[in-house]
């Protein structure tokens, strides 16, 4: 079950956290991963991991918020590969502040990442994916549907992230092209220590309890079951699944009272 041979994964931002796994995930399934980051040191190791471990993959410096250069390494997948059956947009900034604190500048990177370059990718790989059909899954967040205090842009951002995915997965769905949404509440990733350091030195692990606690299961979710999840959205085992937004937030969106 799962299987994911001969199949080409297009992940974007799968130099580190849940972008990370679900690579690793998706090759030891069977898939060929194209590994879509800014960062070419991340980029590289996780090919690396995947190649040493018996998998396949390839390297693709890019910035998705750049259409162009969206449309060139789709198009030298295309050529090398043939067909690219799978798109994760996984890539995506944060940020933290409410309506007041927020700047133009911080709402036209987050647009120009999470939103036009989901868009971009999106756009990139369609053509090629009416020819036999194809799976797209984004990553959306809690946040598009909750109030969530000091997440006002980042909430915009993953909110337009499930609307493009309905819309797709509607106009689409004749060509054989599926299209889903994750939904992950806090997951533990470099980022989530990172932002724990910056704002909260000296009180790091008391921070990280609280944050842990924020989902009623009582701890953070793993990168590796947001990946486990993709992998059943990208694998024929969903088939009858398109046009829906899962959350995976341990209990946050349907058990906080």
Avoid at 73 to 100: R, S
Avoid at 175 to 180: K, L, V
């Amino acid at each position: 079950m799962f299987s994911l041979n001969n199949k080409t994964a297009f992940i974007t931002g799968s130099g580190s956290g849940i972008g990370k796994s679900i690579a690793i995930t998706f090759a030891k399934q069977g898939a060929h991963i194209c590994i879509v980051d800014l960062d070419s040191t991340g980029a590289n190791q996780v090919a690396l991991e995947i190649i040493e471990n018996g998998g396949s993959a390839s390297v693709h410096i890019c910035n998705i918020a750049d259409q162009d250069a969206v449309k060139t390494v789709v198009a030298e997948i295309i050529t090398a590969k043939g067909y690219i059956d799978i798109l994760v947009n996984n890539a995506g900034v944060a940020h933290v502040g409410n309506i007041e604190n927020t700047q133009v500048a911080d709402m036209d990177r987050l647009f120009s990442i999470n939103v036009k370059g989901v868009f971009n990718c999106m756009q990139a790989v369609i053509e090629s994916m009416k020819q036999r059909g194809g799976v797209i899954v984004n990553l959306a967040s809690v946040a598009a549907t909750l109030g969530i205090s000091e997440r006002f842009a980042y909430s915009m951002t993953k909110g337009a992230v499930v609307s493009m995915t309905l819309s797709v997965a509607k106009d689409y769905i004749k060509s054989g092209i599926r299209c889903n949404c994750i939904s992950p509440g806090r997951v533990h990733t470099p980022f989530v220590d990172g932002f724990i350091a910056k704002n909260y030195p000296g009180n790091e692990a008391e921070m990280f309890e609280k944050l842990s606690k924020t989902q009623p299961i009582g701890r953070m979710g793993q990168p590796n079951e947001i990946a486990s999840l993709a992998l059943y959205l990208c694998s024929d085992e969903a088939s009858f699944v398109t046009g829906c937004d899962y959350p995976i937030d341990g209990g946050y969106t349907k058990l906080n009272s």
